[in-house]
C-alpha cells in the first residue's frame, strides 16, 4: 500500500508570502464550497490549456519517484491496467477484466483494442515486463507486490499474478502508478534518459509527452492516434509550468494560467471572489493529523482522548485554511471510501471524541479523563515550523491543553528539518506531538489503518493492541468489499478509541479553474487517471 | 603581466577551493537530513531501507570522503547528480542561467543607465528642488525589500492593470522583455537608488574640483565640461559600484524568482536547500562565488581604460 505524506514542506513555504501577495484577500472568511467529484462537461474544444503544477517534476519515470508534480502530468500519458473514477473508485481499462481465481491468484484479461502510441497491440508480455518493473527492489512502487510471488503471462492477453496472501488491496492499486503498462521498446531505447527531460513516454493515454524542457514547461499533445475514442482528448495541447503558490494564484486571476490543483487549499481564498477563476473542492484523502511520537507524554490513550475533545478544530479551518478545510474526526478523508461508501459513512458519523469545536460536555470529559490518567510530569511538545498552518495547530494544542489542565509548548524545527520526524527517532524524541497533511493513494481504509498495526512503520506511538494486528491481516486478505468495509470499520472504531494520532482537519482537492475552463475532475482522481482528456472550453465558441 | 595573472588565477582557485570546503561543511552541519526526501513514503522507512538509502548517496562516509568525491567529481567537470531531479547538476544549472542572467541582464540596464542619469541630474542642479527630490526618492527607494516591491508592483501592473504577466518567462525577445520587465524594476530599485547616490556624490566631488573651474573659466560649455571632465572622471567609482552591485546580483534573485515564478537559479536554490539537494547546493553556490570573482576581476579590468590615473599606477606597479 502506498501512502505518503504531503509534498515536502517548501511547497508550503510560500504562504506567508501568498498572503501578503494576495492582501486584498482580507482575513481568512468562513467559506464552504459545496464538494463534488466532478466538473461539468465541456461544451466545446480548446486549443491550448496552460496548467500549474506546483513544482517542476523531479522525474517522469513513476517507478523513479511518484509525487503530485509528476503524477498530475504522467497520470494522461501513462494508463493503468484499471483506472480511477471521479469518485475515486476503481474501474477495469487496460485489463477489461481482473478478478480473484481462489485466494490465491488474481488474473487480468487485457483489452485487444488498447495499443501504444505506434499501434502495436498491448500484450501479455508488455504487462509481465512492466509490473516486473514496478515491483523491482528500490522502485516506488515495489511495495504494491510485496504478496506477489509470480507474474505470468497465461495467454496472448492473459496474465496471472501468483500471490502469497490474498491481498484485497492488489486490484484497487493497478488503478496508481503501479499498474502502469509500459512500451518496454521505448524504455530500452531511452535507457537512462528515461523519465528525465531527454527522455520519450512509453505508454498509452489519450495525450503524449511533446517535450519536457528543464526549467520551463512540460506539453502534452493529444494522440491523434489512442485507440480508445470514448477516452480521446478533447483539448489539443496542455502546457504544464510550475510556480509557488502565490504565483499560481496570480496567474490564475490574471487568466495567464487556466487551472490548477491547489497544493494548499488556503491559497484559493482570493480566488473565491474572483468572476474570472471558478473554485471547486473534491474527494480527497487528505487529513491534517497530529501524529503521536514515543516520547510518552501522551502515552495514556486517555491523555490523547482528553486533548483531541478539547481541540478547536473548526478555528483551525477557519484561520489556517480559510474555511476550505473541514474538522475531521479520523485521520482519513471520505476519498478514501472507494467503496461501501455508504457503509462508511455511517460508521464515520458514530465517531466520537474529536468535536469540531468542543462543548462544555467534551470539555467536562476531557478533564475527567485528565484526571484519571493524570497529568504527565513534563508539559507536552507540539512541533511546528513556523508554517501558518502548523503554527495555527500548534497554539490550539496548548490551548486545549490549557483548557484541560495540561501543560503544552510549542518546538519550532526548521521547515527543512520538519520531514526529518518520519526517519529520525531522535528527534522525534524531543516532541509529543508532528502536525501533518497525511494522504494515502489507494482509496481504501484498509490501506490507511494498517498504520496501526504494532509493527507499522508509522506507529510512533506505542499503540499495540493483537486484536487490531489480527483485524488487519484478515482485512488486507478480505477481496470480498462488504466483509473488508466491515473489518476496515471496525479498525477506525479501534484507532479512534485509542486516538492513535489525533485527527484536526480534512482538506479535499482543491481545483482552481479559468471560467472558459470546464471538464476536469475536482477530486484527487487527478493524481491516477487520465483528468486532462476532458477538459474543454465551458461554453461553445471560447476556443 | 604574465606572472600577475597567473597569480590571480591561482588564488582564484584557491578561493574557490576553500569556499567548497567551507560550503560543504555548512550544508552537512545543517539541521535535517536529505535521507527523510530520498526515502520517499514514510511507510516504507525501516532502519535498513534509511541505511541502504545513506549508503547509496554516500551518506554514510566521513565529511571529508564526501567532500573528496565531490571534489574529484568536480574537477573534470563532473559536478555530481541531482537527489532531486537524477539529472547532471551542470545540466540543471545550465538550463537555468538563461532566465537569471537575463533578468540580472536587464536589471543591470535599468539600474545602471537610469541611476546614473538620476545622480548626474542630481549633481548638475545640486543643492535645488531636483536634487531634493532624487536624494529623497532614492534614499525611499533603497530602503524597500525587492519582494514587497515585487508583490506591490504585481498586484498594480499586473493583476489590476494587466499591464504586464505576472510570472513566467516569456517566448521570443518581445516575451521576454514584456516579463521581465516587472522583476527586473523590482529587482533593481534599490540597485538603482545605490548607483544614483555614488554617482551623485563622486560627481559632486569632481565639479569642486579646479579643473573643472579651470575648464569653465575658459569658457568651455557647461555640458561639455560635465561629460568630459565630472562625469569622465567620476566613472571610476560608479563602474566599481555598478560591478559591485551586479556580483551580488547573480546571486540574489532567489526572492524575486520566487515571487514572479521563473525558474532560475534562485529558485533552485531554494528548492535545493529544502530538499538536501547537497550536489545542487554545493554547485549553485560555487556558481556564485564563481559570478562574484569574475565581475571584480572584470571590473579590475575595466577601470585602467576609464582612468589614466589607475593605468599609469597599475604600470608603476
Known sequence: ?543 | MIAHALRRLLGMVFTLAVSSLLIFGAMYAAPGDPVSFLVGDPENVTPERVAAVRAAYHLDEPLIVQYGLWAAGAVTGDLGTSFQYNSAVGDLILTRLPATLALVGYACVLFTVFGVALGALAAVRRGGRTDSAVTAGTTLAASIPSFVLAIALISLFGVQLGWFPVAGLGEGLLGRLHHLTLPAIALSLGSLAIVARVTRQTMAEQLDLEHVTAARASGIGEGHVVRRHVLRNALGPVVTMCGLVTASMLGGTVAIETVFGISGIGSLLVGAINTFDFPVVQAVLLYMVIAYMVVTTLIDLVHPLLDPRVRAQGSRA
Open chain 1, 1 to 543: 500500500m502506498k501512502d505518503r505524506r504531503s509534498g515536502p514542506p517548501a511547497a508550503l513555504a510560500a504562504a506567508g508570502l501568498l498572503l501578503a501577495s494576495t492582501a486584498c484577500a482580507a482575513a481568512p472568511v468562513q467559506t464552504t464550497l459545496e464538494q463534488s467529484p466532478t466538473t461539468a462537461a465541456p461544451a466545446g474544444a480548446l486549443d491550448t490549456v496552460t496548467w500549474m503544477l506546483p513544482e517542476e517534476p523531479g522525474t517522469l519515470d513513476l517507478d523513479g519517484e511518484g509525487g503530485t508534480a509528476q503524477n498530475t502530468v504522467m497520470a494522461n500519458t501513462c494508463e493503468r491496467l484499471m483506472r480511477m473514477t471521479p469518485e475515486l473508485g476503481a474501474v477495469p481499462h487496460l485489463a477489461e477484466e481482473a478478478g480473484w481465481e481462489g485466494d490465491d491468484a488474481v488474473v487480468l484479461r487485457l483489452n485487444r483494442a488498447a495499443t501504444f502510441r505506434d499501434g502495436t497491440p498491448i500484450t501479455a508480455d508488455d504487462v509481465v515486463w512492466s509490473m516486473e518493473r514496478h515491483a523491482a527492489e528500490g522502485a516506488s512502487e515495489a511495495d504494491e507486490y510485496a504478496n506477489v510471488e509470480s507474474i505470468d503471462k497465461t495467454g496472448e492477453y492473459e496474465v496471472t499474478v501468483r500471490m502469497a496472501q490474498a491481498d484485497a488491496v492488489f486490484l484497487p492499486a493497478m488503478a496508481g502508478n503501479g499498474g502502469i503498462v509500459y512500451d518496454r521498446r521505448v524504455i530500452e531505447a531511452d535507457g537512462d534518459a528515461y523519465g528525465t527531460p531527454d527522455g520519450s513516454d512509453a505508454c498509452t493515454g489519450p495525450y503524449r509527452l511533446a517535450e519536457w524542457r528543464s526549467g520551463t514547461q512540460v506539453i502534452l499533445e493529444r494522440d491523434e492516434g489512442y485507440w480508445n475514442p470514448e477516452g480521446a482528448a478533447t483539448t489539443d495541447r496542455v502546457v504544464f509550468r510550475w510556480a509557488e503558490q502565490s504565483a499560481v494564484v496570480n496567474m490564475l486571476a490574471t487568466g495567464e494560467a487556466d487551472g490548477a490543483y491547489l497544493d494548499t487549499a488556503a491559497a484559493a481564498v482570493p480566488l473565491l471572489r474572483d468572476e474570472t477563476v471558478q473554485v471547486f473542492q473534491g474527494p480527497s484523502t487528505n487529513v491534517w493529523s497530529l501524529i503521536t511520537t514515543e516520547r510518552g507524554g501522551l502515552a495514556d490513550p486517555r491523555l490523547r482522548r482528553a486533548l483531541s475533545l478539547a481541540l478547536e478544530r473548526d478555528g483551525i479551518a477557519r484561520a489556517a485554511f480559510g474555511g476550505l478545510a473541514e474538522p475531521w474526526s479520523t485521520p482519513l478523508g471520505p476519498g478514501g471510501w472507494g467503496y461501501e461508501t455508504a457503509r462508511f459513512r455511517q460508521a464515520y458519523d458514530a465517531i466520537e471524541g474529536a468535536p469540531a469545536s468542543p462543548a462544555g460536555q467534551d470539555l467536562e470529559r476531557a478533564r475527567a479523563l485528565v484526571a484519571s490518567a493524570g497529568a504527565p510530569e513534563e508539559p507536552i511538545v507540539v512541533a511546528s515550523d513556523g508554517e501558518p498552518a502548523r503554527t495555527v495547530i500548534a497554539n490550539a494544542v496548548v490551548d486545549a491543553a490549557r483548557t484541560i489542565g495540561l501543560e503544552a509548548e510549542i518546538r519550532t524545527v526548521p521547515r527543512q528539518q520538519y520531514g526529518s520526524f518520519y526517519v529520525d527517532a531522535d528527534l522525534r524524541s524531543q516532541v509529543d506531538l508532528f502536525a501533518d497533511e497525511y494522504w494515502i493513494s489507494k482509496n481504501d481504509p484498509v490501506g490507511f489503518y494498517k498504520n496501526g498495526a504494532s509493527d507499522a512503520g508509522v506507529n510512533y506511538s506505542g499503540f499495540t493492541d493483537p486484536d487490531y494486528d489480527e483485524l488487519v491481516k484478515d482485512a488486507q486478505a478480505a477481496t470480498d468489499d462488504a466483509e473488508r468495509a466491515e473489518l476496515a470499520v471496525e479498525l477506525e472504531r479501534r484507532w479512534s478509541e485509542a486516538m492513535v494520532w489525533i485527527p484536526v482537519v480534512q482538506v479535499p482537492t482543491t481545483l482552481a479553474m479559468g471560467s472558459h475552463v470546464t471538464g476536469a475532475p475536482a477530486s484527487a482522481a487527478f493524481l491516477s487517471g487520465p483528468w486532462a482528456a476532458g477538459l474543454g472550453a465551458r461554453e461553445e465558441g471560447e476556443r
